[in-house]
């Protein structure tokens, strides 16, 4: 998979103007933007008749933020020695990360219809060495914040100022690795390192809080040494400004409010859209409320 330049330029034009534009303006234009991810996101997943749409639709908003409006990347140039790291550890919502890349011309647009198709580079986990902006295989929940961590060390190592950002799943944080590597965040005091979680307070089968209650996330996570911020995983300028504004010397960690299933009204906060596939007639119905 190479770069598609023509879409790199329309990802360049865009981000250009979403940086230049007012806070309303901004906000618009990311919105939009967002609602074309969406309703790529839902072709995809009809047509592999697979996927975790709930999740998708529930991240994507952070990912177009981070996309557009926050990470130091070039799509041309995948490997750029200095670059900024994203690593999706929620992996299980790969669509959403293919459909942003695409969207930003890692790879043409076209690739997307072969998701999760026998031998194609777009399986349901996101492979680095199939996918280019993928900088870590995910999908064994609670491994991406341990990597994240090792590259923060080491771009600090290596003197450069570029940062490393992480987008966990809610549900994930019940696994212990994702503290032991705080920890370790929090000790070498890695302000590099912003983790987000997409805490949309459900996972598969159930609700975290019924699972393995995470409350309150924010103590928790400001005693293992997280300077913590909350906003709406929605809100596109507030997501924004949490992801940029300079840390206190240690590692942040955004409380993204999120609703799973966001942008479909039969599949906002419903557990059973965890990996659900919508029939034909929901497909439509989907679409037209993607409008």
């Known amino acids: 998979m190479i770069a598609d330049l023509d879409q790199v330029q329309t990802w360049r034009d865009l981000r250009t103007e979403v940086a230049a534009a007012s806070g309303a303006r901004r906000a618009e234009l990311l919105a939009e933007h967002a609602r074309q991810n969406r309703r790529t996101i839902l072709t995809m997943i009809d047509g592999a008749q697979a996927g975790h749409i709930g999740g998708d639709f529930s991240v994507i908003d952070i990912l177009t933020t981070l996309f557009l409006g926050v990470l130091r990347i070039d799509p041309a140039q995948p490997q750029a020695p200095v670059r900024d790291r994203f690593v999706l550890s929620k992996g299980h919502c790969a669509a959403a990360l293919y459909a942003t890349l695409a969207s930003c011309g890692y790879f043409s647009p076209d690739e997307l219809s072969t998701f999760m198709a026998p031998h194609s580079a777009l399986n349901g986990h996101p492979n680095r060495t199939k996918v280019p902006g993928v900088e870590t295989n995910t ?51 890695l302000d590099n390192l912003t983790v987000i979680i997409d805490r ?92």
């Not at 090792?150 to 994930?172: H, K, N, P, T």
């Open 139 to 189: 999908g064994p929940l609670g491994h991406g914040l341990p990597v994240a961590v090792g590259e923060a060390i080491g771009l600090r190592l290596l003197g450069q100022d570029s940062r490393v950002y992480v987008v966990c799943g809610d549900g994930e944080l019940q696994e212990g690795s994702n503290w032991e590597a705080l920890m370790a965040a929090a000790h070498q005091r």
């Open 200 to 291: 949309n307070r459900l996972q598969q089968g159930a609700r975290t809080e019924d699972t393995n209650a995470l409350e309150p996330l924010a103590a928790k996570l400001e005693a293992f040494g997280a300077e913590v911020r909350e906003v709406d995983g929605h809100d596109h300028l507030a997501l924004q400004e949490a992801c940029t504004t300079p840390s206190d010397g240690r590692p942040v960690a955004v409380i993204a409010r999120t609703i799973k299933g966001k942008g479909v009204s039969f599949i906002e906060d419903r557990v059973e859209w965890h990996h659900k596939v919508p029939t034909a007639e929901q497909v439509a119905l989907a679409a037209k409320e993607l409008v």
